[in-house]
């Protein structure tokens, strides 16, 4: 079993948010669903001491769930932010991969290129940026854990192999989003295809496009792009978890790959996930190996 299926917080933010529901809740459904692993958005433990972290970690061994990190933005070159400051997140988010007991943590840039594509010199400062606090992360975070950089809308894959490649060493690798290219403008197959064999962890969804008319609809505005949960939309999962699954199918991987469910489209006071998320699972699990969903 190379591929596992699990379920990102994200999916509940907005009830988590509200406080309507309690986080062990969460972790409750997605046990019950049959997911391999829940992934804690690191706001949604923020603030726990230590003894409450240790009891969600408890509380997962029992449900029979693993426990993975997603951290935050490690910054922003044109907002100012520095490469020590982008240390200091990621030396936090690994202190509570730690904690909980985490394989990895996952972190992304802090800009969106479509707000960058007339400025390419911004996005060179981006990458810079990025790639040196990576490098400066892996000799000054302590742990082994792995730091995982998603492809978070923002560089094209072969930018991420740049950063990849110049920060070196095994501790960093990407966190591959199989939906997230098309907000670069960019075909998502062969940006998974390329960034597959460096990615041990990622997040599957699926959007759907949204026209915008005129009041006659004699033509359109333009469109929008809504994400959904795999399954609801039109991105073409079947050949993206074919990537995944020939590019991991060594059966003598020490770890699986781990592909969550990020459920972005979620409000508050709407309790659908149980019936999307249960969908989703199956749906992607059509595409795995007989067995391996969990």
Request: proline residues 5%; contains cysteine; aromatic residues 8%.
């Amino acid at each position: 079993m190379t591929v596992v299926l699990g379920v990102d917080t994200l999916s509940y933010h907005c009830r988590l948010a509200e406080g309507e529901i309690p986080l062990e809740d969460v972790m409750r459904e997605v046990a019950d669903l049959g997911a391999a692993f829940v992934q804690f958005n690191a706001v949604h433990v923020r603030g726990r001491p230590r003894a409450g972290l240790e009891a969600l970690r408890a509380l997962a061994a029992d449900l029979g769930l693993e426990i993975t990190l997603s951290g935050d933005v490690v910054g922003r070159a044109g907002s100012g932010d520095t490469v020590g400051s982008g240390v200091a997140r990621i030396r936090e988010w690994a202190q509570l991969a730690e904690a909980i007991g985490s394989p990895f943590v996952r972190v992304s840039s802090g800009f969106y290129r479509n707000e960058l594509m007339a400025f390419p010199d911004r996005i060179v400062a981006e990458q810079r940026y990025v790639t040196e606090t990576l490098r400066r992360a892996v000799d000054e975070v302590p742990g082994d854990g792995r730091i995982l950089l998603e492809n978070h809308s923002d560089f094209t894959a072969e930018e991420y192999v740049e950063i990849i490649e110049g920060v070196g060493g095994d501790r960093v690798g990407v966190f591959l989003d199989l939906i997230n290219p098309i907000s670069a403008l960019q075909d998502p197959l062969p940006v998974v295809r390329t960034l597959a064999p460096l990615a041990p962890a990622g997040h599957a969804k699926d959007f759907r496009i949204e026209s915008r008319y005129v009041e006659d609809r004699f033509h359109r505005r333009g469109f929008d792009v809504q994400w959904c949960y795999p399954g609801e939309g039109v991105a073409d999962l079947a050949s993206l978890m074919g990537v995944l699954t020939s590019t991991h199918s060594d059966p003598g991987r020490a770890e699986p790959y781990r592909l969550s469910v990020e459920g972005l489209d979620n409000h508050p006071g709407v309790a659908d996930q149980r019936e999307r998320l249960a969908t989703s699972l199956a749906f992607l699990g059509s595409f795995l190996p007989a067995g391996a969903v969990r």
